[in-house]
């Protein structure tokens, strides 16, 4: 047997035979003893940390506010009636109960604003989204030749300024659903370059004398590189998700002119509105539509 060993037995001897108490347990959290496999919940744990700094009271006691109050600052009772003066006092057991309690009942009313005021988002964004179409919409109508389509003139001004007003409005559309006005003024050039690449002669969408799939491979060529430059700026502000929905605004412009060809047929509408009797006059509508929504929803918070 080792001296250290030798010692440590006479100890526990001399222990046993003085008949001193072993020490005692540590003192228990003011929720009682944990249960077997369950641990304290969240607000047991804030109400623990918080207890030190509000302070103890058994009984009410006036708050500076002028509002009876008792424990750990509850102001209504184990059966949530408000404090008075009459209130019986309370144990810290009682008091750290009814501090849990009203934690819990913040939690919840906060949850509770959250979700409402996630679903008035909700709501507002829907309501924006025809806002947003009609800008694109108007936005690639009058970039594509509006005015000439209503006087048989050129534009006033030449292609650029009817091409910056389309990266405008796109621009507009995006800051409505959330983007920063500093983004937004960089989306202006961006959506400006798309607006100087080539059509590669497929308008007619097979009724030009090319093959319609031929139409539609380069037309949608025109839209992937019309989009590409602001799904760029949608990733960097945004994430994956943001810059795929500003992407598919570009794939979806040959349906769109196949749409706008199918609604007027070839020899067009000569009984609908000035800008619109076109096969290709509604598709630019329909695709500065389907642009004003891509970049509104591209740039909400939620994705």
């Known amino acids: 047997m080792s001296l250290f060993t030798a010692v440590v037995e006479a100890l526990q001897a001399l222990q046993r035979g003085s008949g001193t108490a072993p020490p005692p347990p540590p003192p228990e959290s003011p929720t009682g003893p944990p249960r077997p496999g ?6 047991d744990r804030a109400a623990d940390f918080a207890a030190p700094f509000e302070g103890f009271s058994p009984l009410p006691y006036l708050d500076p506010a002028g509002v009876w109050t008792i424990g750990y600052g509850s102001t209504r009772d184990a059966d949530g009636k408000p404090i008075t003066a009459s209130t019986h006092s309370v144990t810290e057991a009682q008091a750290h109960s009814l501090m849990a309690r009203d934690m819990t009942a913040a939690v919840n009313a906060a949850q509770a604003r ?8 909700i709501m507002t964004a ?5 806002v947003a179409a009609l800008l694109g919409a108007v936005g690639r109508r009058v970039c594509g030749g509006l005015y000439n389509s209503i006087t048989g003139q050129r534009s006033p001004g030449g292609d650029l300024p009817v091409r910056i007003f389309f990266a405008l409005t796109l621009a507009l559309s995006a800051y409505m659903g959330g983007l920063g006005w500093v983004p937004a ?11 100087t690449t080539g059509l590669f002669d497929a308008l007619a969408m097979g009724r030009g004398g090319n093959s319609y799939w031929k139409d539609f491979l380069w037309m949608t060529v025109h839209g992937v590189i019309s989009s590409a430059p602001p799904a ?5 502000t945004g994430n994956f998700w943001s810059a795929a929905v500003a992407f598919s605004g570009g794939l979806l412009i040959s349906p769109c002119y196949s749409l706008g060809w199918s609604l007027t047929g070839l020899y067009g509408r000569k009984d609908w509105p000035k800008g619109m009797q076109q096969g290709t006059e509604v598709a630019e509508l329909l695709w500065g539509a389907v642009m004003g929504v891509t970049h509104f929803v591209a740039a909400m918070p939620l994705l």
Not at 38 to 43: A, C, K, L, N, T
Not at 114 to 121: A, I
Request: glycine fraction near 6%; proline fraction near 9%; charge should be negative.
């Open 126 to 130: 829907f309501a924006l989204v025809p």
């Open 38 to 43: 369950v641990g304290p919940s969240v607000e």
């Open 185 to 195: 003024l960089v989306l202006i050039p961006l959506n400006w370059i798309g607006t």
């Open 114 to 121: 959250s979700r409402d005021q996630t679903l008035r988002d």
């Open 232 to 236: 760029v700026l949608f990733y960097f």
